[in-house]
């Protein structure tokens, strides 16, 4: 799913044992950027309706912000991250514990 190696930025070598998988990376990531685009849609809610601003409005502008940013970021981190390409999934698919 990596884009690094059509990019020219991998190396096609392994991640250390230690190193995080791309689930749980890109889970991470997700969590962290929807709280993010949450604050940042009510910004821009607060902006365009100004005095006009309802409670569901709110809830509107930033649940979507919250789901655009999160799956935006997790996708990124999916196609750019080292963690997530496929040697290295594979990798880690092997080493773990059933």
Same mark, same amino acid.
């Not at 190396?11 to 250390?16: A, N």
């Not at 709280?35 to 979507?64: D, K, N, S």
């Given at each position: 799913?990596?884009?690094?190696?059509?990019?020219?930025?991998?190396?096609?070598? =392994? @991640? !250390?044992?230690? &190193?995080?998988?791309? *689930?749980? =990376? @890109? !889970?991470?990531? &997700?969590?962290?950027? *929807?709280?993010?685009?949450?604050?940042?849609?009510?910004?821009?809610?607060?902006?365009?309706?100004?005095?006009?601003?309802?409670?569901?409005?709110?809830?509107?502008?930033?649940?979507?912000?919250?789901?655009?940013?999160?799956?935006?970021?997790?996708?990124?981190?999916?196609?750019?991250?080292?963690?997530?390409?496929?040697?290295?999934?594979?990798?880690?698919?092997?080493?773990?514990?059933?």
């Amino acid at each position: 799913m990596s884009l690094r190696r059509w990019l020219g930025y991998s190396d096609g070598d =392994l @991640m !250390r044992s230690d &190193a995080k998988p791309c *689930s749980r =990376l @890109m !889970r991470q990531t &997700a969590a962290i950027f *929807s709280v993010g685009g949450g604050f940042a849609f009510w910004i821009f809610c607060r902006l365009h309706y100004g005095p006009r601003m309802t409670v569901p409005r709110i809830l509107r502008w930033a649940a979507c912000g919250a789901v655009t940013m999160s799956s935006t970021s997790a996708m990124l981190v999916g196609l750019l991250s080292p963690e997530c390409e496929p040697q290295n999934i594979a990798a880690y698919d092997k080493t773990k514990p059933k």
